[in-house]
């Protein structure tokens, strides 16, 4: 996996001490974990170590801690499953670090990314409880496809979605950030 640029932001691929960042910044924040579909709850550091050495194996597709350029520091996560063709996107950004339009920026670093890949198109899904994230997504060009339910064993069972898309188009070596 490379490592990916953007303008305030250095994604790189997951290692397990991240979990320490994890816990840090997911621990306490009930809220923001339960918005994502499979984080765990409680976000121990041990819980977040084994979520992360499953999400870094190559058939989990393409998971990046999301760290600030110039500090290093980690704000949050972001990656993409490895449906041939296809991947479900998911991203969570730490409370301290929400409102900057690090999420938008992440986003759109990999949709750049997969379309390098070849990947032809992203999903995602969010709560409709989670506007936020329905706001980044269309910031970024997805689209609202529609409305279903899934069974989301991390969240309790079946949930309401909202399901976005963004077609991508292939534009190998179309990189502004590199
Ligand atoms: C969703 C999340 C990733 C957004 O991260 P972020 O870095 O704060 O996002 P950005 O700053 O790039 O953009 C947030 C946008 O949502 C908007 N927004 C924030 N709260 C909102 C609300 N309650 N209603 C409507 N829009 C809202 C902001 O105004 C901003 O849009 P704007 O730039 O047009 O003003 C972050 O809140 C998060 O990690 N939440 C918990 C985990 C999660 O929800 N993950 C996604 C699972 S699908």
């Not at 990947?119 to 989670?130: C, K, M, Y």
Request: hydrophobic content about 35%; overall charge positive; proline content about 7%.
């Amino acid at each position: 996996m490379e490592i990916l640029r953007s303008p305030r932001l250095i994604l790189r691929p997951l290692i397990p001490n991240d979990a320490v960042h994890f816990a840090r910044l997911l621990g306490p924040d009930r809220a923001g974990v339960r918005m994502t579909a499979s984080i765990p709850y409680p976000c121990t550091e041990e819980a977040a170590r084994e979520w992360i050495v499953q999400k870094a194996s190559p058939e989990a597709g393409q998971v990046f801690a999301i760290t600030h350029a110039q500090s290093g520091e980690v704000m949050g996560a972001i990656g993409f499953g490895d449906s041939p063709g296809n991947g479900d996107l998911g991203y969570w950004i730490g409370k301290p670090f929400r409102g900057k339009g690090y999420a938008t920026e992440a986003i759109r670093r990999i949709v750049t990314h997969a379309s390098h890949l070849g990947i032809s198109r992203l999903f995602a899904e969010t709560f409709p409880t989670n506007p936020a994230s329905s706001r980044v997504l269309t910031k970024n060009g997805f689209r609202l496809t529609g409305r279903g339910a899934r069974q989301i064993p991390a969240r309790g069972g079946s949930r309401t979605i909202l399901k976005y898309v963004i077609e991508i188009q292939g534009c190998p070596g179309q990189n502004t950030w590199k």
